[in-house]
């Protein structure tokens, strides 16, 4: 059991860095100059990892707790699905939502 804990962990970290990834692609999108799109998605991930680092990293300070932590984690990768669906990337989307639920449901029921 204990691979597949990890495996979950690695998982965990994954969809989190698509999170980020999916705020570069809908700035990417954007049908502006190259240089614009890049500044749009990078201006627009770091407002999200700024939000997770504060409120729900392992080893942030103030870290959410219970129904807080996990309203807050619905609402965080949510936001990236709906910007992979913006960007115009609805399997993508679906399979962060889907992988999203998945792994967090193991991470609930094994303590993660």
Known sequence: ???LKAFNLL??????LAVLGAAV??????HAPVAA??????????P???AWGL???PRAKNRLTGLRLAGFEVLWFAAGAALLLAAG???WAAALGMVTLG???LALAWGQ
Do not use: D, Q, T
């Not at 692609?25 to 954007?30: D, R």
């Open 103 to 105: 792994s967090k449901s």
């Open 48 to 50: 999200f990892a700024l």
């Open 11 to 16: 998982v965990l970290l994954v969809i989190e």
């Open 37 to 46: 799109r890049l500044a749009v998605g990078v201006l627009l991930a770091l």
């Open 25 to 30: 692609a809908f700035g990417w999108h954007l």
């Open 55 to 57: 409120a729900a990293a």
């Open 1 to 3: 059991m204990a691979p």
């Open 89 to 91: 990337h609805p399997g």
